[in-house]
């Protein structure tokens, strides 16, 4: 990205982590055909995925959600960063169900988050080595098993630490 539209970038996250709190980035998988969608279709190999950038700042972790569309991305991360600004705090093996989600949502700390939390270590001036940390939010299928379980026959959802951006 040239210098100029690097800080274009950066002035637009400023002002909605500012406005809102917290923004939402959209990272589009190699097939992504969500018309006038900005995420970087082709870029990735894996399935699209949604993170947060702004949590950090209130003493939480950054949440990263794969292969929702980005209008739920939008529901279920808003939901839980109402409930961060809000006072509570959510941690690696935490299971939360999302009011009009029918998913129950298991939160998973992510190992390599400098891999993946691009556009929030740019927020805070953060280097890939001391990344802002982030809690993988993965759901269960519509049979209720998760990713790691045997029968599970829902979205892929890399586990943590198998995925870079």
Same mark, same amino acid.
């Given at each position: 990205?040239?210098? %100029? ?19 939402? !980035? ?8 969500? %018309?006038?969608?900005?995420?970087a279709v082709g870029k990735g190999t894996g399935p699209p995925f949604a993170y947060t950038v702004g949590l950090f700042g ?29 006072? !509570? ?32 270590? #740019?927020?805070?001036? #953060?280097?890939?080595? !001391?990344?802002?940390?982030?809690? !993988? ?29």
């Open positions: 990205m040239p210098g %100029r539209a690097i800080r274009q970038a950066n002035a637009q996250l400023e002002h909605a982590v500012r406005r809102h709190g917290w923004m939402i !980035q959209y990272v589009g998988g190699p097939d992504c055909s969500i %018309r006038s969608c900005n995420c209130f003493r939480h972790p950054e949440l990263l959600v794969f292969s929702v569309s980005p209008q739920r991305a939008a529901s279920v991360l808003n939901a839980f960063g109402e409930e961060i600004r809000a006072g !509570q705090a959510f941690h690696a093996g935490d299971v939360v169900d999302i009011d009009g989600w029918g998913h129950r949502v298991v939160c998973e700390e992510v190992p390599n988050p400098g891999e993946i939390a691009l556009a929030a270590n #740019r927020f805070y001036r #953060r280097r890939r080595q !001391q990344s802002v940390p982030v809690l !993988q939010l993965t759901y269960d299928d519509d049979n209720g098993s998760y990713p790691w379980e045997e029968g599970y026959a829902g979205d892929e959802q890399p586990r943590p630490g198998t995925f870079r951006a």
